[in-house]
């Protein structure tokens, strides 16, 4: 189901934390809200589930506005970073809960349970308590929970979270696939934009409760609206550079570089801009070479990551496989960019 | 804790500061079922005669079965009582959106500490009025409500420690907030519970000013009163048959202390803390 | 209204009927009683006009003419049509009624033995001796003893009697005739005056200090501490020992003081033999009683402040008693400035907390000594508790014992808002996270 947001606005007393909203998830994609801690993506998923109220615009399930109802009659399965498994009950009526208080048959729900426990493969756990699961074994359960009233949208709060790094690879895969199994439209809270990219079709990045940009992680990655955005996603991350314009020029290090500003529209004379240079586009053999001193060297095993200082004390990163030889620290390197793969922004830091 | 210090000063302290509690308790015991010859510290002989209140009548006294059973209904109303009317208060005060819930948990705290025993004399009034004076519902609802600062304190104190996770869960599962309330988040202070209802029966099982003051008649007289009576009559003064009455009176509390001092350790400290 | 608040109402409404009804009600209720004369003899629900002897007694004291006093406390004898109808009501012969109707309504008589004189003449006379005692009262007209529901009617049956009081004398007779109880501040003047209240006050002072320092806190904190360095098994069956005076109901509890010492009590078992006269401990002499009261009491509150100070005690973090062990500090140096400085919060919270219940608290007095002997251990709130409901003249001065309890119910008051400051109250009334 396509789920709207319209000209949302959510206020915490006098304190208006999200003003005038606009998200639209498409039917049956998965949405990544990701943004760092207290940007409102919390408060934007609570407020689609119906724990907080609308205090202005719409929310629209479909064609149905959903504004003023309450959650129990929006059909929306959420899965918490808690989990919120019920303690006192078996893993089974945790599952059966959401049926059960729709008084549906008993033999039904045994085999809605038994169907949703085989979809999330936890089929032998069923007798077992909350407190005798695993980590990942939890959250299987609270996605079989949240899925097996075939909800409109499917909500998961920073599901991965509470996960040991081993079972988050384990489970980010999983979700993924029993959302897709499943077709159903969810919408992915997270502050971790490897989980944002490896798991949703789509991406909107939050920042101090206004939505930024919305795209695929392949486009936000290449085409990020700002450099918050460009800065937020990839890592190691982005490196800037201040430089300037003139004559059509691009004036980097006091001119000691100079290039053609890459693209139609030059800015005029004297723009101040920052270039973002990705760390794989700083590389030996590019065609705009920008000399400095290796500063820092840190081995990740099928990569080295090479922090680069320049004569003006900046810093560029590069990461480099390292079938290559490891170069040492102190090192004068003289490494190049391209001018195609640069990222500019002006000085508000919206991308030319 | 430490092994560093000697252990035994304290000890002998401890000890000796504690004497009387010991004395007296386990004479409490000893003497319901052996004669002591006057001026005579241990006992010169066993005998049952001390427990023949259970079977006979004494004279000018109410029957202690009669009396045990008004005090068994007195208590156990109290103790449901105040946990059912603390346990869904309390909810309201730690979860629910209703208005003035500051000022309501304001009053609670200001209650909970408040004196209520000097309250009797206008209570007294009040139940003469409405025609509640020598009745066990009065002095129940009277005790019940003395209770209820208290009790609505605690339950709170354990509802605000459940996940708020628990409750949400529980909307979007399409329960409403009773049923997630009842289903959900009443299981989760089960200790709150049980602590409170011991409590509550304790403090009902011991009272002797309120149905003494309320409820003055023979026939609605619990085991307190009919103790204090016992020893106020100047007619059979027998220490031995006093402790027995009160070793039988005695005997669920200490039942339950047994089982529950965990948890009255918690209330019993002030109340402060679930 | 939203869902919740609606569950909200439903939730807490009968904990605020039961609170409003039995708790704010009786401390508004404290409050205006304390300002009337409310007693056993008044009544509560209000009173009627009634002129007694005794009263008028009072008036001659206060110097109303006694021809006029005796004039409206003579009675008569009338043969009107009120009093008829109540013959009738009571089952008098009604032959004789109607002959006393017809033929001589209106007539008065000045005694019983004249009107009966009177009736054995008439044609319809009663046939029996006891007959005419038993009609004869049906006319009699006094205003002694009668009851009058209002001023009105009182004044309007004085004005009939045709007395010589002046307007100013009837207001005055009427004033004192009331039975019911009235407003007055004497309750509070007569606190003021009474030798007792100063007597009392020492006493609570003295009951509350000796029980707060050497058992509530000081005691308490010896508990506390000494089962804090005892292995885990002894502490537990000290703590759990100390605890028993606290559950077990207070009556019994009382009996097994009482028990050790009494004439023929324990305490007397074992110092007879020793030459020690044998008494009755508790009661003999005033120090006595008192040592005893404090004991009772301490023995009590001693286990509130134990359990408080042993939890924050084992909330210290190990390692700095480690450290100060091996610093070389002996126990006494550890216990003063490792484990005291911890205590500061839970001591004065005990103190203040222990404080207002020891004011307030007077069950076990009651049972043990009930203020004796004499009246040398009567606290506040016993005083107001004996005053009101139990005391050896009958008559329950109920204005009184209130204004009593009053003191101590606005010391309640102003105490428990102190501790409003204990608790981080907004952090208590946080908003609830689902907004529905």
Known sequence: MEIILEDFTKRFGDVTVIEKMNLKIREGEMLALLGPSGCGKSTTLFTICGIHRVDGGRVLFGDRDVSRVPAQQRNVGVVFQSYALYPHMSVFENIAFPLTVRKEHKNTIREKVAEIAELVHIGELLERRPEQLSGGQQQRVALARALVRKPSILLLDEPLANLDAKLRLEMRSEIRRIQLETGISAVLVTHDQVEAMSMSDRIAIMKEGEILQVASPTEMYQQPINDFVAGFLGNPPIAFLDAHVQDGSIHLLDGKIQFDFPGSSTPTNDTKIRLGIRPEHYQPNNPIQIPGTISFVETQGRENLYDVMLDDGSILRSIQSSANASIEKNTKVNWGIHPEKLLIFNQAGLRF | ?274 | MSLSAKLGYVFIAPALVLVAVFFLTPVLLTGIFSFTNMSTATGITGGAYQITPSLLRDLSDQGFEKATLDSIGSESYQIAKATLQIAREAGSEPSLLAELEEEHLGQNFTSRREFERFLKKLQNRPRSTRELKSTSPHFRKSLINERFETEKDLKAALTELQTKLTPDQINKLSQAAYTGWVWTTDNFYKMTILPETKQILFNTIIYVTFTLLLFNVGFALFLAIATFYLPKGQAGIFRALWLLPRISPSVLYVVLWKWLTWDTGFLNAILNPLGVAQRNWMLDTTLNAWVFVVLINGFIGASMGMILFSSAITAIPKPLLYASEVDGANRWQQIRFIILPQLKWPILFVTVYQCLSLLTSFEQILLSTDGGPGSTTEVWALAAYHNALDNYWGNLQYGYGAALALVLVVIGVIMSFIFLRFFRFQELVRQPRIEQ
Not at chain 2, 74 to 84: E, N, R
Not at chain 2, 176 to 201: C, K, N
Not at chain 2, 211 to 216: E, H
């Open chain 2, 1 to 274: 804790m430490s092994q560093n210090f000697k252990n035994w000063p304290i000890l002998t302290a401890l000890v000796l500061a504690t004497v009387p509690i010991v004395l007296m308790y386990s004479y409490l015991v000893l003497d319901t079922i052996t004669n002591t010859e006057p001026g005579g510290i241990l006992p010169s002989s066993f005998t049952l005669e001390h427990w023949r209140f259970l079977y006979e009548d004494i004279e000018g006294k109410a029957n202690i079965w009669q009396v045990t059973l008004n005090t068994l209904v007195f208590a156990s109303s109290v103790m449901l009582l105040v946990l059912s009317v603390s346990s869904t208060a309390g909810y309201a005060l730690s979860r629910l959106n209703i208005p003035f819930r500051r000022e309501f948990l304001a009053g609670v705290l200001i209650l909970h500490a408040f004196p209520s025993i000097t309250l009797i004399i206008a209570i007294f009034l009040i139940l003469q009025l409405i025609g509640l004076y020598n009745t066990l519902i009065g002095v129940i609802i009277v005790m019940t409500s003395l209770q209820l600062p208290l009790g609505i304190w605690i339950m709170k104190g354990f509802y605000d420690s459940v996940p708020w996770e628990i409750e949400m869960a529980g909307l979007q599962d399409g329960a409403s907030r009773f049923t997630v309330w009842y289903r959900l988040v009443l299981p989760q202070v089960r200790p709150g519970i049980i602590a409170l209802g011991v409590f509550s029966f304790l403090s009902g099982w011991g009272e002797y000013i309120l149905p003494t003051v309320l409820a003055p008649a023979n026939n609605v007289q619990v085991l307190s009163g009919y103790l204090a009576s016992l020893i106020a009559d100047d007619r059979n003064f027998e220490f031995n048959l006093f402790k027995s009455v009160g070793l039988f009176y005695a005997t669920p509390v200490v039942i339950m202390y047994l089982f529950f001092q965990d948890k009255l350790m918690n209330i019993y400290g002030g109340g402060t803390k679930g």
